[in-house]
């Protein structure tokens, strides 16, 4: 196939990287010139212009910072320059109402369009493990799912447009929750007089283990290896944990949810990320107790 790749920084340069070693003919754009020539390297043919990037692909795949930016991306240089049979597929983290928006305006056009953020960070991106919830049509996550499986292990259906992005932000803000809750198990665990290592012999086979336990433990040097052996480098940064917690109360607002323990965990990682902590791994919030 012949794909339109926007947006080839952490994330999108390593998926754009697997379209091309499946076989596909990618046609890269970013506006980062550094992002263009390390794209170029993996075997992209790169464009200066989204709209020329998108001329006669098959598909357009979009890996981009916020709501704002994909709405004018597409509205601007996708919808009405690539092909009528394109299936357009944002993979960026937004807003639920965004996606809905943007999917609207490329279905009035004629366009499938599914939203289908992803779980896994940058090396999931580079080993081509991303899972992917995807938001839209039966024939448009039929049309994506090919496209899709080449950059992941796991390609879900969710349901409508907009539904991988609620999806997305459920999920991680259960993340971010259960996160602060194993750091505060552990930390407690230990003024009581518990070892770390005999706390999580105990817990990870009791009713208490959850992933931020057994898969990506806080604490160093106990569980499997996760970035807190690692003085917490590399992993899921604070500051993408923060941004998708603010999406996650955004959405509950307007839905109408109470939200308290997802408010409480918004606020904290608020605090960790204004203390300088943005680029460490969100499970360094152990740090702080
Ligand atoms: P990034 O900042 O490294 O990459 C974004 C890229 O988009 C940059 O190269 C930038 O130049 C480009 N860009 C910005 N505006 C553009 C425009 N108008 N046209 C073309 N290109 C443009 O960010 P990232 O870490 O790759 O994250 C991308 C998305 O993936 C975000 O929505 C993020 O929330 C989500 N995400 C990131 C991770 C992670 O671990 N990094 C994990 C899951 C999801």
């Known amino acids: 196939m012949k794909i339109a790749f926007i947006g080839l920084g952490n994330m999108g340069g390593g998926m754009a990287a697997n379209l091309v070693k499946a076989g596909h003919a990618v046609h890269a754009f970013d506006l980062s010139a550094d992002a263009l020539t390390a794209a170029e390297a993996k075997g992209c043919t790169t464009f200066t212009d989204a709209s020329e990037a998108c001329d006669g692909v098959d598909a357009v795949v979009s890996m981009l910072p916020n709501g704002g930016i994909v709405k004018s991306v597409y509205?601007?240089?996708?919808?009405?320059?690539?092909?009528?049979?394109?299936?357009?597929?944002?993979c960026s983290t937004i807003d639920v109402a965004t996606a809905r928006e943007v999917s609207e305006?490329?279905?009035?056009?004629g366009y499938a369009m599914v939203d289908a953020p992803v779980s896994g960070g940058i090396a999931a991106a580079e080993g081509g493990t991303l899972t992917f919830m995807v938001g839209g049509t039966k024939e448009g996550f039929k049309a994506s799912e090919p496209v899709l499986s080449a950059m992941g292990k796991a390609v879900i259906h969710a349901g409508d447009a907009g539904n991988g992005q609620a999806a997305k932000i459920c999920n991680?803000?259960?993340?971010?929750?259960?996160?602060?809750?194993?750091?505060?198990?552990?930390?407690?665990?230990?003024?009581?007089?518990?070892?770390?290592?005999?706390?999580?012999d105990i817990s990870s086979v009791s009713s208490g283990q959850c992933w931020s336990m057994t898969s990506y433990c806080p604490v160093p040097g106990v569980g499997p290896k996760s970035p807190a052996d690692n003085d917490y480098r590399g992993g899921f940064a604070t500051a993408l944990m923060l941004k998708d917690l603010k999406l996650a109360m955004e959405a509950a607002e307007t839905a109408g949810v109470d939200t308290r323990i997802g408010t409480k965990a918004k606020e904290l990682y608020e605090a960790f990320d204004a203390?300088?902590?943005?680029?460490?791994?969100?499970?360094?919030?152990?740090?702080?107790?």
């Open 75 to 90: 509205t601007g240089s996708v919808i009405g320059h690539a092909p009528e049979g394109a299936v357009l597929i944002d």
């Open 105 to 109: 305006a490329a279905a009035a056009k």
């Open 172 to 200: 991680n803000m259960l993340l971010a929750v259960q996160m602060i809750g194993t750091a505060e198990a552990f930390a407690m665990a230990e003024k009581l007089g518990l070892d770390p290592q005999t706390f999580y």
């Open 275 to 289: 203390a300088g902590s943005g680029s460490r791994d969100f499970s360094a919030i152990i740090t702080e107790y």
